[in-house]
């Protein structure tokens, strides 16, 4: 099953997207900061990283130009985890170099799930 990276510094909401992805048989990589977040990427790339754009080091736009500028992380999918409204993390996720965005806080298990295989169907 394929290995999903989670980068995300609010612990309820990386334990409730870890938890529904475990559950579904991905496995889960977690990193609270984009510096982790970087490191865990390049020692063992994921076929999908949720990336939240604001965290406490750098914000998520930093991150997703470290990972597109590396060989082993730039053509993989790259997800913005945001709480923006759609209108916003729409062109915002574009620009930073993601594939797209999911919407946060997690309303609906199933849509989620879809959404996650709808990318990882995409690379």
Not at 72 to 91: H, S
Request: glycine share 6%.
């Amino acid at each position: 099953m394929a290995t999903i990276l989670i980068v995300e510094d609010i612990p309820d909401n990386a334990e409730l997207a870890q938890r529904i992805l475990l559950s579904a048989g991905y496995d889960v990589l977690r990193a609270a900061d984009a510096e982790t977040g970087f490191q865990l990427a390049q020692n063992r790339p994921p076929d999908l990283i949720l990336l939240d754009l604001g965290l406490p080091d750098y914000d998520g736009q930093t991150l997703a130009g470290w990972l597109r500028a590396e060989p082993l992380t730039a053509l993989l999918p790259i997800v913005a985890f945001t709480a923006w409204p759609p209108e916003t993390a729409r062109p915002m996720a574009l620009s930073y170099g993601c594939n797209g965005f999911i919407s946060k806080p997690i309303v609906r298990v199933n849509q989620f799930l879809s959404q996650i295989r709808s990318f990882l169907k995409t690379n």
